[in-house]
């Protein structure tokens, strides 16, 4: 999973109790910056092969643009492509 401070703060309380999402959480890449650059690519990548992600891993970006955006691109250019799931923030209601 990944996400950014701020929504992992405020979207945590609902996501951990469904248990669906406890490997998702437990392997969770918190974005240091909210700017997408190649740096923060790098560490994208650099988390998902530190994180044992293989070519069958599927990534869950939890947050909003930049998240999705980055996300989605570190996603789809690791090991060929891997699948994601966006969920942007946009969907919750508070």
């Known amino acids: 999973m990944l996400t950014d401070t ?3 703060e405020l979207c945590m309380p609902v996501l951990q109790n469904f248990y669906c999402m406890k490997e998702a959480i437990s392997s969770l890449f918190r974005l ?3 700017i997408k ?3 923060v690519l ?4 650099k988390g998902l092969q530190e994180g ?3 070519r069958h891993s599927c990534m869950i970006n939890l ?3 930049m998240v999705t955006d980055l996300g989605g691109f570190a996603a789809s250019t690791f090991k060929r ?3 994601f799931i966006n969920i942007p923030t946009t ?3 508070w």
Do not use: R
């Open 52 to 54: 044992g992600a293989s």
């Open 42 to 45: 790098m560490m994208v990548w």
């Open 63 to 65: 947050g909003g643009g």
């Open 32 to 34: 240091p910056t909210a």
């Open 6 to 8: 701020t929504t992992l």
């Open 37 to 39: 650059t190649s740096k």
């Open 91 to 93: 969907c919750w209601l």
């Open 81 to 83: 492509g891997i699948n």
